[in-house]
């Protein structure tokens, strides 16, 4: 089994910035792609940003130019360092770690989710 442990939530003023990381630790033999959803109340969740172990990475329209995603493939962890936050920005942040499976192409994995508010 894969476990995912995020940190670095909290609450931080409109136009403030904020740094998520996230750590994937079991039998893990090869990490496709990491990356970032969120969902807010009353909200689908959706993607945020994604980043695979090549560094190609991948990022939503509204989070463009203000979130960067990063990856340290020793130590399986992922990044967010989000600035320019907006109150639109609230919402809780879950980690997503997509592993080369056996006997299928692809297992995926979620963190247990980390809230972020920005307050105006």
């Known amino acids: 089994q894969v476990q995912l442990v995020e940190s670095g939530g909290g609450l931080v003023q409109a136009g403030g910035s904020l740094g998520l990381s996230c750590t994937a630790s079991g039998i893990i033999f090869s990490i496709n792609a990491m990356g970032w959803y969120r969902q807010a109340p009353g909200k689908q969740r959706e993607l945020v940003a994604t980043i695979t172990s090549g560094g190609s990475t991948n990022y939503a329209d509204s989070v463009k130019g203000r979130f960067t995603i990063s990856r340290d493939n020793a130590k399986n962890t992922v990044y967010l360092q989000m600035n320019s936050l907006r109150p639109e920005d609230t919402a809780v942040y879950y980690c997503?770690?997509?592993?080369?499976?056996?006997?299928?192409?692809?297992?995926?994995?979620w963190g247990q989710g980390t809230q972020v508010t920005v307050s105006s």
């Open positions: 997503n770690v997509r592993v080369a499976g056996r006997f299928v192409p692809e297992y995926t994995y």
